[in-house]
């Protein structure tokens, strides 16, 4: 069985783009589309690895971050933070909140799966 991914992102063709590149890969992709209950899809599937884009709606995906890091929540999980806010105090805030990489849109397909590969394989 392939490892899992959960893409919380709200733009339609990211998420269709990065769901064909690693559904293709033989990841198990689920897909969430906003910030309001994110936290609570992330504990309810369990996934390897979660890509989180930071403008979301109902919820921004750095304070989903700090959520997702505070005490006793998942702070061993991966998180791949993917967003258009490519500035160096988004990337610096990412990091301080606990992401384990930083991406600005747009991507490349073979970073992104690289990225995936690497951050899941330890």
Known sequence: MGKSVLL??????????????????????????????????????SPDLVILDVMLPGKSGFDILRD?????????LPVLVLTAR??????????????????SKPFSNGEVLATVRRLVAG
């Open 8 to 45: 919380i992102e709200d733009e339609p063709n990211i998420v269709e783009a990065i769901s064909f590149i690693l559904s293709r890969d033989g990841w198990s992709v689920a897909t969430h589309s906003n910030g309001h209950d994110a936290n609570q899809v992330i504990e309810d599937k």
């Open 68 to 76: 997702l890091r505070s005490v006793g929540a998942k702070p061993d």
């Open 86 to 103: 490519g500035q160096n105090k988004d990337r610096e805030l990412a990091f301080e909140l606990g992401a384990s990489d930083f991406m």
